[in-house]
């Protein structure tokens, strides 16, 4: 460990860092330290490097658990301003620590880090060497709520992990942290498994609540006081200590919800505040950091005296940092109507257009661009033609003042039709653009508008994406397009998979070209890429990915279930340029555990796929696709050990939380998780959902028998929240509650019950099966809904951080698929609101209408997505408060959209509904009705009965046609008689009443014409 830490610290400082110190108080991370915090604020330049022990009580695990330390060792790195390649010079740090990359699997995996309590937040990667996170890698944007410029990079090195991965141990405590001068090794474990023990006893068990309580208030008190007095650095000593004893208090199970919003926002205040005094000090001191450097010069490729003059394929390469998979085949299509919208735009000739892509690149290829665009005639119009001579011919003052501007003699004037009207107009002649002109505009404007959900900045002045663009190719034939974007030229030089050591280029043991090529025509892009064997088409990699998979499975007896675990093959797909497929396996004893807990761990957490036997049961062997040619031993020994510290991790929560007498004591668990800062805890919204959901059971009257299952099930709503398992995988919510359950002797009805509320997870997931699983699935939805919308905090674009489109879905679907329970939106939400006003929580009507609109809204888009058209959409709408009322409609009108009667009925209800007012009463005094058509029309709506669904309404009252169109024609609705009139407008609005109801008419009509 010691040397680790000296070569790292040897590393940065030859590389211009300057060495800090750790601070002298606790951290909970590298990040927590002045030299960080505080430094990355303002505009002067910082490159530092020092080791943090972060100290993390809530981590605290005895020294028991074999990655959990309540205090850790980190090496922290910052580069203010980032400097243009600060991946390469991470990996020759690990190259620096005696990682050899040629046969390891080191990969960047997205990871968008935030930390609302000191208002920061950055984009970036966790590194994983053979599948273990070892490194948290960030291009810091804001911090104290301040945006950063320049854009510093922090790389966070998780020491124990990395060790442990280079010595090739499975518990921290047999990390070998120094040999002495007479070979002894001293391990981790003997020189601080006392501290790991004792401190975990004290943040668990015996640290004082009072005393630390007490120690908050006071620390708080004095970081505010030092504000006050404009002294960061002090100010932000207190700040660390006063959140160092709230995580003692917090380990110590003794922080209420209320308290822990208070202190959160507590700490954004203060480190707001610093943060704003520290860039104000700094300034007053003059920026001393701050030097005046040369401003960049770009050179632009030279463009050849002789350009072709025939056709030239044109390729772009945008060359960027490792892109999240969900965000490489947007970009891929951004890239492509980009071009072709702007080629399209341009009058440059051209063939076919196709776009490629990897994490590491996005490829771009052009057929047959010609060497120019075809000069135009153009016309530029002048007055109308009448106007543009007098009675002798001679050419009017407007004629002539048109000319004068146009620097024409008369005999350039022409007459030309424009917009129907006859004008004076002078041809003039487009001289068509050069191939590299158009070419260049397009490469600079589909770069600089790449965009996608979150963007970051880094080093570039103008430029902000996912992830940074590194380099640019942009070729037309053999010529360089000549284009800058921003401080991006484009050049001929692509960067194939990384070298080793340092070198720009290098091949392959396999003959692989490796680092920086220079590519010599525009044809030879694809193939140089090839040749360093990644694979651009991502159909094609997903195949190689899926054969390797399956061959490998094979060589076990065993399968992997590609259409099953399709998501994660698009995910794996798309985080590797080189697949190179490699089989684990790990101790059958993992077995015990429950085969979803098991494989969440290699989907969610390791992008693993499982292999299983012919029957699906989980086989103890996995798949990991690597990232290029590598050890397979080194690699496989490497993941192996990931997976069994993670198992390990499993089992030790598992155990841990199957210890309790009954799933009762998780309850109080409840009433520490904040669920959001003015609703209360998790356990104030779980009781929510279980009153709800009796008073759900009351409006559909529910069986004694299934009561008694819902009750208990409320009573022990959302328990698995607090369980350990739960706590550190929230994807086995619902699971783990009918697992513990069971296990703990409730009965298997109220452990469904319990799975079903969470259900559906997805909008391909089930809905429950159970009523009272059913009813607490619903409640907890209509809380949702409720609560957030009462809030104001509605979704908004891409944003829903509470997951409001999900949960209005969910309602939908359960709805749809269970239309035998008397529930409608409304009904749920008016509940919900209900019992929300008991907390105290403004929920008013206005708020439950937007949440109603909302919720209907994404049953629209679920028709929509279906196929169901426009016009039947409309038309089902008003009903879609019951959507499987909705839904029954759906099906008749596409059932009936060529029936003829049907559809003269729905004319004659539109006719009427065009008439007669919507507020009018649908009765009507029959001894009025003296007229032969009204009084046959009365007859003949007398004979028919009120109909709910829009068959039996076809088939009982097509009768009603004939009338009600001779009714019309003999009969003036609007009589003068009052009482007439009224008799009549009541006649046609009873024929209405008995239509099916909450359907809009005219979209009926509409959907059926």
Not at 256 to 279: I, P
């Amino acid at each position: 460990m010691q040397d680790a830490l000296r070569r790292l610290s040897d590393y940065w400082t030859d590389l211009g860092c300057l060495t800090w110190q750790p601070f002298n108080t606790e951290v909970g991370a590298g990040t927590m330290n002045l030299a960080t915090v505080l430094r990355v604020l303002g505009p002067e330049p910082w490159d530092v490097a020092y080791v943090e022990p972060s100290v993390r009580p809530d981590d605290s695990r005895y020294g028991q658990n074999p990655n959990r330390l309540q205090t850790h060792t980190q090496f922290q790195v910052i580069l203010k301003p980032e400097r243009g390649d600060p991946q390469e010079l991470y990996l020759g740090s690990l190259e620096a620590l005696g990682v050899d990359l040629s046969a390891h699997d080191v990969r960047f995996v997205e990871d968008n880090w935030a930390q609302p309590a000191i208002g920061a937040w950055g984009l970036g990667w966790e590194v994983w060497l053979d599948g273990m996170e070892i490194t948290q890698f960030t291009y810091f944007q804001q911090v104290g709520g301040q945006d950063l410029d320049p854009v510093p990079v922090e790389l966070t090195y998780g020491m124990e992990r990395i060790l442990m991965a280079i010595q090739g141990v499975t518990h921290f405590k047999d990390i070998v942290y120094a040999t002495k001068i007479d070979g002894t090794e001293v391990t981790y474990g003997e020189a601080l498994g006392q501290q790991e023990y004792e401190m975990s006893r004290y943040y668990l068990d015996d640290a004082d609540v009072e005393t630390n309580r007490s120690l908050y208030e006071s620390y708080v008190a004095e970081a505010g006081r030092m504000v006050e007095a404009r002294l960061p650095v002090p100010a932000h000593y207190f700040i660390l200590k006063s959140s160092h004893a709230f995580n003692v208090l917090d380990a110590r199970g003794a922080i209420s919800t209320t308290e822990r919003a208070q202190a959160f926002g507590t700490m954004r205040r203060l480190m707001r505040d610093t943060a704003a005094l520290w860039v104000e000090r700094r300034t007053e001191l003059g920026l001393p950091l701050l030097k005046e450097s040369a401003a960049t010069v770009l050179e632009l490729p030279s463009v050849p005296a002789e350009l072709p003059q025939d056709p030239q394929t044109f390729a772009l390469e945008i060359g960027v940092e490792e892109l999240p998979p969900h965000v490489l085949p947007a970009t891929i299509e951004q890239v492509r109507e980009s071009v072709t919208s702007l080629l399209g735009a341009a009058r440059l000739e051209h063939g076919a257009i196709s776009v490629e892509g990897t994490p590491r690149r996005i490829v771009l290829t052009v057929e047959a661009v010609a060497a120019r665009e075809p000069d135009a005639v153009e016309h530029r119009k002048g007055p109308k033609w009448a106007a543009a001579f007098d009675a002798d011919g001679n050419p009017s003052k407007a004629l002539q003042g048109f000319m004068r501007g146009q620097g024409v003699a008369l005999e350039a004037v022409e007459k030309i039709e424009i917009g129907g009207n006859e004008h004076a107009a002078v041809a003039t002649t487009r001289v068509g653009r050069g191939a590299l002109e158009v070419l260049g505009e397009i490469v600079a404007q589909t770069v600089a508008g790449l965009r996608a959900e979150k963007n970051m900045r880094w080093s570039d002045p103008e430029l902000s994406f996912s992830r940074a663009i590194r380099w640019l190719v942009a070729l037309w034939g053999p010529v360089v397009v000549p284009v800058a974007v921003s401080q991006l030229v484009a050049g001929r030089t692509t960067y194939l998979q990384r070298t080793t050591g340092g070198a720009v280029s290098a091949t392959r043991s396999d003959g692989a070209a490796l680092g920086r090529v220079e590519i010599a025509t525009a044809e030879d892009l694809s193939p140089t890429i090839a040749s360093g064997s990644i694979e651009l088409s991502t159909k094609l990699r997903r195949a190689a990915v899926v054969e390797q998979a399956v061959a490998l499975a094979s060589g076990v007896g065993g399968v992997v279930d590609v259409e099953g675990e399709a998501d994660l093959v698009d995910e794996i797909t798309n985080l590797v340029e080189d697949p190179h497929g490699v089989l684990g396996h790990f101790d059958e004893r993992y077995l015990e555990l429950p085969d979803r807990v098991l494989v969440t761990v290699m989907r969610k957490h390791q992008r693993y796929l499982p292999v299983r036997d012919a029957s699906g049961a989980l086989l103890p062997h996995f798949v990991t696709m690597a990232n290029g040619l590598c050890d397979d031993d080194v690699v496989r020994a490497g993941n192996e050990s990931v997976l069994r510290a993670r198992y390990e991790d499993a089992l030790f929560f598992w155990n841990a939380d199957l210890k309790t007498e009954s799933v009762d004591s998780f309850v109080p668990g409840l009433e520490a998780l904040t669920f959001e800062n003015r609703l209360g805890s998790v356990g104030q919204r779980a009781r929510r959902i279980a009153d709800v959901a009796t008073w759900l059971a009351d409006r559909v009257g529910l069986a004694e028998s299934e009561r008694e299952t819902l009750t208990r099930a409320g009573q022990l709503a959302k328990f698995d929240l607090a369980t350990q398992m739960v706590v550190e995988m929230s994807s086995l919510a619902g699971f783990v509650a009918r697992e513990y359950a069971l296990r703990k002797g409730e009965t298997p009805f109220v452990a469904d019950a319990l799975a079903e509320m969470e259900m559906p997870h997805t909008s391909a997931d089930a809905v429950p099966a159970s009523t009272p699983g059913t009813l607490l699935a619903l409640a907890d939805r209509f809380d949702l809904l409720a609560a957030m919308f009462g809030l104001g905090a509605k979704p908004t674009g891409s944003s829903d951080p509470f997951g409001l489109r999900r949960a209005a879905l969910g309602v939908v679907r359960i709805l749809r698929e269970k239309p035998e329970l008397a529930i409608s939106v409304r009904d749920g939400l008016d509940d919900a609101a209900v019992r929300l006003r008991e907390q105290g929580v403004t929920c008013d009507a206005a708020a439950m209408d937007a949440a109603e609109e909302f919720t209907i809204g994404r049953y629209a888009q679920l028709l929509r997505d279906e196929g169901v058209s426009a016009d039947v959409v409309t038309a089902v709408l008003p009903s879609a408060d019951r959507p499987g009322v909705a839904d029954a409609h759906v099906a008749a009108l596409t059932a009936l959209a060529t029936d003829a009667d049907f559809r003269a009925l729905v004319e004659a209800i539109v006719r009427i509904t065009r008439i007669v007012p919507a507020e009018t009463t649908p009765s009507y005094d029959a001894s009025l009705l003296t007229e032969p058509a009204e009084a046959a029309l009365a007859q003949a709506v007398e004979a028919t009965l009120q109909s709910d669904d829009l068959h039996s309404f076809a088939r009982g009252h097509a009768g009603l046609v004939a009338p009600i169109a001779t009714f019309f024609e003999d009969i003036l609705v609007m009589a003068d008689d009052p009482a007439l009139k009224a008799a009549r407008l009541g006649l046609l609005a009873t024929i209405v009443a008995k239509a099916p109801m909450n359907l809009d008419w005219k979209a009926v009509d509409a959907a059926t014409s």
